[in-house]
């Protein structure tokens, strides 16, 4: 079992800055691949970032590149999301994520995030 708990989100003007945490249970951090999600009202879960193991790939949503970096502390086992730049278009309930191929995937409870204009 994986338990993830993310933390960081809040309200922040267009053009600031926030960084999301993923604190995630036991050994997660080196055998899953780490990620984080998002879902706006009235939408679908998207895709955001992710960083896969080994070798610490990370994969990014074209609409958060250059702006959104995810990084993540193995001692810790921690997961973080930088957010610069942001725009009121990534307000959303943003969701961490673990996923390991033949066990599936684990979420946390969300944190929201809004961007004011």
């Known amino acids: 079992q994986v338990q993830l708990v993310e933390s960081g989100g809040g309200l922040v003007q267009a053009g600031g800055s926030l960084r999301l945490s993923c604190a995630a249970s036991g050994r997660t951090f080196s055998t899953y691949n780490m990620g984080w999600y998002r879902q706006a009202p009235g939408k679908e879960r998207e895709f955001v970032t992710r960083?896969?193991?080994?070798?610490?790939?990370?994969y990014y949503a074209d609409s958060v590149k250059g702006r959104f970096t995810i990084s993540g502390d193995n001692a810790k086992n921690t997961v973080y999301l930088q957010m610069n730049s942001l725009k009121p278009e990534d307000t959303a309930i943003y969701y961490c994520n673990a996923n390991k191929r033949f066990v599936g995937d684990y979420w946390g409870q969300g944190t929201q995030v809004t961007v004011s204009s």
């Open positions: 960083i896969s193991w080994p070798g610490g790939t990370t």
